[in-house]
């Protein structure tokens, strides 16, 4: 019998790129379940972080960032967070503090509005506003839509987080656990294991290559030893990409290897042999059987 103090659901975040979607999981679940980068569409795929408290569990949703399609890629990011919206308990909505609500709204409006569905919007990056601009904000967003809370955050300083849990919470059904109540994330150890690695080629690259590089986990086995076997092929679009990743005398590749295999071992708790390969792709992000290979459900 479903504990009637007991609630559970997802909450699919939705906003545009860039707004902090990634950043708010990592700081909830306490741990790096999603990539982040200073760069716009960094998430590609939908990705799950599972907040467990007393009573309560949410399963976090993190979606591609909406933005203007150019390629195969774009495009199937934009389908998967529409996509997503339509299967979730509660859709969060983070805006920015300092853009225009008119603006904010474009496109979003027809994919907030689900009848049954609450819709929660978060203000994100509130440290980088007065609190005296977002009070007209606030109620702009009141005006224009119908949100059952508005909520400004700080998803780089945790700031109000707490309040943004409580209402969560408050809107999702009663209904028993989901996941099982140690899990974190529902992504495979494999597939965080390569947007690690891609997280860092996008770090050390300088922003020089954020949306060209995709990451295949080519081998992933637990040697007799418990040392977590990876090998790894980085693929880029051009020649001279791969020379950047490269790197002069090799060092820029294995600085890439290197932070990669710390995060890895410190998520998997284990030993890591990590070895990456690079290879040139050209015109991957446009072809989609090709897509298909390197793992996106085209």
Not at 265 to 280: E, G, M, N, Y
Request: contains cysteine.
């Amino acid at each position: 019998m479903t504990d009637i103090t007991y609630r559970a659901g997802f909450a699919g975040i939705l906003g545009w790129t860039n707004v902090g979607k990634s950043t708010l999981v990592n700081l909830l679940t306490g741990m790096k379940i999603a990539i982040t980068a200073d760069c716009p569409q960094t998430t590609r795929h939908r990705l799950v972080g599972i907040v467990q408290g007393d009573d309560y569990q949410i399963a976090f949703t993190d979606t591609p960032g909406i933005h203007n399609p150019r390629n195969e890629l774009s495009r199937h990011m934009i389908k998967t967070t529409w996509g997503t919206m339509v299967q979730m308990d509660l859709i969060l909505w983070m805006v920015f503090p300092d853009r225009p609500v008119v603006k904010q709204l474009q496109i979003f409006q027809s994919h907030l509005e689900q009848p049954g569905v609450p819709l929660v919007i978060a203000i994100n990056k509130i440290d980088t506003v007065s609190k005296e601009s977002l009070i007209p904000l606030i109620d702009e967003f009141y005006k224009a839509i119908n949100p059952v809370a508005i909520v400004p955050i700080s998803a780089r300083t945790g700031l109000n987080t707490d309040r943004l849990l409580d209402v969560i919470v408050e809107n999702l059904p009663v209904s028993e656990p989901i996941f099982p109540i140690d899990q974190v994330t529902d992504q495979p150890e494999r597939v965080i294991a390569s947007e690690y690695i891609r997280e860092q080629v996008i770090a050390h690259t300088f922003q020089e290559l954020p949306h060209v590089v995709a990451v295949d986990i080519e081998l992933f086995r637990y040697n007799d030893r418990g040392t977590l076997e990876i090998i790894a092929t980085i693929y880029v679009e051009k020649q001279s990409q791969k020379g950047i990743i490269i790197g002069a005398g090799g060092e820029m590749i294995k600085k890439i290897g290197s932070v990669s295999r710390q995060m890895i071992s410190t998520f998997l708790d284990c030993r890591v042999d990590l070895r990456l390969w690079i290879k040139v792709n050209p015109g991957w992000r446009s072809d989609p059987d090709r897509m298909r290979r390197l793992g996106f459900q085209i």
